[in-house]
C-alpha cells in the first residue's frame, strides 16, 4: 500500500514543527510548501528533516519549496499560512491579511488535490475555516479547523498542573469559537474518572478557564515576537494521525454545523469524531443553562467575525 501524502503550507515554526512530528510518527510522506522568496529556507528545512529520518528509523520522504506541484494528489492538506500574532493584536486583527493568503492557497491546493482533507490553523480560525470552505466548496466533512484540540491541551495541562497529577489522567473538553469566549466544559472535566470539582475549589476553577481563554496570549506575550507553535502543532498532528489511521477519535474540531447545537451554517468548536472521511459526525453535548449561555455568546462573537468577512467581500 502506497504511504499517505501531507502536504503543509507555510513552512514557518507551526507548519515545520508539525513536519517534524509526522515524521517522526512515520504517518506520511511530507511536502513543505510557502512562498516563492522563501523558497530557499523552506528546501533547508524539508532537507534538515529527511536528514533526520534514519535516526528516527522513518522511511518517509521529504521536500520542500514553493512548487503546488508537488503537493498533488494530496491525502490531507495542512493551511498553517498567515501572519502571526502580535503583543497587543487580536486573532481578528489579522483577518484581512491572512484572508488574502488563504483565498489564494485554497485555490493552488483544490486545484491539485480535489479529494484531499483539508485542516486550516490560520488565525482567526473560525472566519478562515468558513472561508476555506466557501473557496474549496468541498462537503463539510472535509474542510475542518484545529483549534479545540489545542484549547482542550491547555486547559488539561492547567489542571493538571493545578492538581499536580498526570496530564493523561484529565479528562476534558472545549467548546466554542477560538478565542476569548471559548468553554471549557467544567462540568464535564474529571481526573481519573472524578468530578474536578470535587478536587479544586471553585475560585481555582474560574482561574483555570480564565488562563484557558487566555492561552495564546499568554505565550504571545512572552514570546514577544511571534506566537504559539509547539502545542498547536502536536495538536494538529493529533487531528492528522486520526484520519490518516482512521482511528475515529473523539476530538474537538472546527467544524460547518448543519442543525447540530440548534445552528445551521455556522463554524465553531465542537466534539467530533475524526476518521478516514474527515469529520464523521458531530457528537452533541447536553448543556446546562450556564454552559449554553457561554456557547451562545461564543457563537455571536463567531457570527460578528464571519459577517465582517462577508463584508470584506470574501
Do not use: W
Not at 514553493?66 to 501572519?83: M, Q, R
Not at 481519573?192 to 470539582?197: H, R
Not at 474560574?206 to 499568554?218: A, N, S
Request: net charge negative; proline share 4%; charged share 25%.
Amino acid at each position: 500500500m502506497a504511504r499517505k501524502k501531507v502536504s503543509v503550507v507555510g513552512s514557518g515554526f507551526v507548519g515545520s514543527t508539525l513536519g517534524h512530528i509526522l515524521i517522526c510518527k512515520e504517518l506520511a510522506d511530507v511536502v513543505l510548501v510557502d512562498i516563492e522568496s522563501l523558497k530557499s529556507k523552506t528546501k533547508g528545512k524539508a532537507l534538515d528533516m529527511a536528514e533526520s529520518t534514519p535516526v528516527h528509523g522513518s522511511s518517509v520522504k521529504v521536500i520542500g519549496g514553493s512548487d503546488y506541484s508537488d503537493t498533488i494528489n494530496s491525502d490531507v492538506v495542512v493551511i498553517t499560512a498567515g501572519i502571526p500574532r502580535r503583543p497587543g493584536m487580536t486573532r481578528e486583527d489579522l483577518i484581512s491579511t491572512n484572508a488574502d493568503i488563504t483565498k489564494k492557497v485554497t485555490e493552488e491546493i483544490v486545484s491539485r488535490s480535489p479529494d484531499s482533507i483539508l485542516i486550516y490553523v490560520t488565525n482567526p480560525l473560525d472566519a478562515i475555516v468558513y472561508l476555506g470552505h466557501k473557496i474549496s466548496g468541498f462537503p463539510r466533512n472535509r474542510v475542518i479547523g484545529q483549534a479545540g484540540v489545542l484549547d482542550t491541551a491547555r486547559y488539561r495541562y492547567f489542571v493538571a498542573e493545578a492538581l499536580g497529577v498526570s496530564v493523561r489522567d484529565v479528562q476534558a473538553m472545549v467548546l466554542g469559537g477560538h478565542g476569548d469566549d471559548m468553554v471549557p466544559l467544567t462540568r464535564h472535566t474529571s481526573i481519573g474518572g472524578v468530578p474536578m470539582d470535587q478536587l479544586l475549589d471553585k475560585d481555582i476553577i474560574d482561574g483555570i478557564v480564565e488562563r484557558t481563554r487566555k492561552g495564546g496570549g499568554e505565550i504571545v506575550g512572552l514570546l514577544e515576537d511571534g506566537s504559539a507553535y509547539y502545542a498547536p502543532a502536536a495538536s494538529v498532528a493529533e487531528m492528522v494521525e486520526s484520519i490518516l489511521k482512521d482511528q475515529k477519535r473523539v476530538l474537538p474540531v472546527t467544524a460547518l454545523l448543519q442543525g447540530e447545537y440548534g445552528l445551521e451554517n455556522m463554524f465553531i468548536g465542537v466534539p467530533t469524531v475524526l476518521g478516514e472521511n474527515g469529520l464523521e459526525r458531530v457528537i452533541e453535548v447536553d448543556l446546562d443553562d450556564s454552559e449554553k449561555s457561554m456557547f451562545d455568546k461564543s457563537v455571536e462573537s463567531v457570527r460578528f467575525t464571519l459577517e465582517t468577512l462577508d463584508k470584506m467581500g470574501y
